[in-house]
C-alpha cells in the first residue's frame, strides 16, 4: 500500500516539475498580452478597415481563448496539454504572419504602418511562440516510466492501480521521445530566430502612415461624400479634424499620427477654395497644414478616394469629423 500510494503521489507531479508550470503560465501569458495589445488597436482605429477589423476582433477572441485553455488546463503534459500550447504556438506564429504581410505588402488591401504597439505585438508573438512551442514538445522524463506490481503478479508501467486490477489512464502524460522532441526542439530555436529576423527586416522597411498627403495648400481640393462636400487632399482623400487640436497646435502624437497622418506642407494660394488656408508647426519642427483653423489629418482606414470612415469616430483621445467646405 505504501509503495502504491508513493506511485500515485509520484503521478499527481507535473511530467516536468516546475519549468512545464512556468512555460505554462508564460505561454498563457503572452498570449494574453497579444489579445490584449489587438483589442486596443482594434477598438482605436481598425474596426472601421473592412476585413481587417474582423480578423482583429478574432484575434482577440482566439488569443484569449487560447491563452486560458492554456493556463486552466491541469499542466501534467496529458494530450490536452500539449495540443493547447501547440495550438496556441500556430497561432502566434500565423498571427505574427499577417502582420508581416501587411507592413511588406499589404494585406486584404491595407497596408501596416509602424508603430510602437505592432512592434511590442509582434515581440510578444514571437516569443508566445518559442515558449509555447517549447511546452508542447517537452520530452519524456527518463524516470516516467515506473513499475509495480498489481496483485503481486503482472507489472504496469507508466500506469496507475484501480482497485487492484492494472489500468492505464490512456494519454495521462502523452510523452514525447527524447529523439523526437530534440530535433523539434531545434527547428523551434530556428524558426524563432528566423521570425525575429523577419520582423526586424518588415518594421526596418515599413512605409509612411496612410495615403500620401498633399504638400501645400494648393493640392486641397473638394470633394462630395454622402451628399456633404467636404475637404480632399491631391489624390481624393478625406481629410478630418480632431476635436481636442486648437488652431495653433496638434495633439495627436505617436501612435494617434500613426493612424491619422498629420497632412504636411506651407501655406499657399488656393484658387477656387472658400475658407482659410494655413499651416501650423508641430513638435520637432515639420509644419502642418490647417484649415479654418484646423489642423487636418488623413486616416488609415481610408483605403481609396472618396471613403470618410474615419467620420465621428472617438478615438485615440477624441471626436474625428470630416472637414466640410461651405460655398461663399
Known amino acids: 500500500m505504501t509503495a502504491i500510494a508513493g506511485v500515485r503521489q509520484h503521478a499527481r507531479r507535473p511530467a516536468r516539475g516546475w519549468p512545464a508550470v512556468l512555460l505554462r503560465v508564460?505561454?498563457?501569458?503572452?498570449?494574453?498580452?497579444?489579445?490584449?495589445?489587438?483589442?486596443?488597436?482594434?477598438l482605436t482605429g481598425y474596426r472601421t478597415i473592412p476585413?481587417?477589423?474582423w480578423l482583429f476582433l478574432l484575434q482577440v477572441v482566439a488569443a484569449f481563448g487560447l491563452g486560458l485553455a492554456v493556463l486552466a488546463l491541469p499542466g501534467r503534459l496529458i494530450l490536452a496539454d500539449r495540443l493547447a500550447a501547440a495550438a496556441g504556438a500556430g497561432f502566434a506564429l500565423a498571427t505574427l504572419g499577417g502582420?508581416?504581410?501587411?507592413?511588406?505588402?499589404?494585406?486584404?488591401?491595407?497596408?501596416e504602418v509602424r508603430t510602437t504597439a505592432g512592434i511590442a505585438a509582434g515581440l510578444i508573438e514571437v516569443a508566445a511562440f518559442a515558449v509555447l512551442a517549447a511546452l508542447a514538445l517537452v520530452p519524456a522524463r527518463a524516470d516516467a516510466a515506473f513499475?509495480?506490481?498489481?496483485?503481486?503478479?503482472?507489472?504496469?508501467?507508466?500506469?496507475?492501480?484501480?482497485?487492484?486490477?492494472?489500468?492505464s489512464r490512456a494519454g495521462f502524460h502523452a510523452q514525447i521521445p527524447?529523439?523526437?522532441a530534440r530535433p523539434a526542439q531545434v527547428i523551434t530555436a530556428a524558426l524563432t530566430i528566423v521570425a525575429l529576423v523577419l520582423l526586424g527586416i518588415a518594421?526596418?522597411?515599413?512605409?509612411?502612415?496612410?495615403?500620401?498627403?498633399?504638400?501645400?495648400?494648393?493640392?486641397?481640393?473638394?470633394?462630395?461624400?454622402?451628399?456633404?462636400?467636404?475637404?480632399?487632399?491631391?489624390?481624393?482623400?478625406?481629410?478630418?479634424?480632431?476635436?481636442?487640436?486648437?488652431p495653433a497646435a496638434s495633439k495627436c502624437y505617436g501612435s494617434c499620427a500613426a493612424y491619422w497622418p498629420p497632412v504636411p506642407g506651407i501655406a499657399a494660394a488656393s484658387p477656387g477654395l472658400p475658407g482659410r488656408v494655413g499651416t501650423i508647426t508641430r513638435?520637432?519642427?515639420?509644419?502642418q497644414l490647417t484649415y479654418n483653423g484646423h489642423p487636418l489629418y488623413t486616416y488609415i482606414g481610408d483605403s481609396a478616394p472618396g471613403q470618410a470612415r474615419g467620420n465621428n469616430l472617438n478615438l485615440n483621445g477624441g471626436l474625428w469629423h470630416e472637414v466640410p467646405v461651405s460655398r461663399p
Do not use: C, M, W
Open 26 to 42: 508564460a505561454g498563457a501569458g503572452l498570449l494574453i498580452a497579444t489579445a490584449a495589445i489587438h483589442l486596443d488597436l482594434y
Open 51 to 53: 476585413v481587417i477589423g
Open 99 to 111: 502582420y508581416l504581410l501587411s507592413v511588406a505588402i499589404g494585406l486584404f488591401g491595407f497596408k
Open 147 to 167: 513499475r509495480f506490481p498489481v496483485n503481486g503478479a503482472i507489472p504496469v508501467q507508466g500506469a496507475l492501480a484501480v482497485n487492484g486490477a492494472g489500468s
Open 178 to 180: 527524447a529523439a523526437i
Open 203 to 246: 518594421v526596418a522597411g515599413a512605409g509612411p502612415a496612410g495615403p500620401e498627403a498633399t504638400g501645400s495648400g494648393a493640392g486641397l481640393k473638394t470633394a462630395v461624400i454622402g451628399g456633404t462636400t467636404v475637404l480632399a487632399n491631391a489624390k481624393g482623400f478625406t481629410l478630418y479634424s480632431f476635436a481636442p487640436d486648437t
Open 283 to 287: 513638435t520637432g519642427g515639420t509644419r
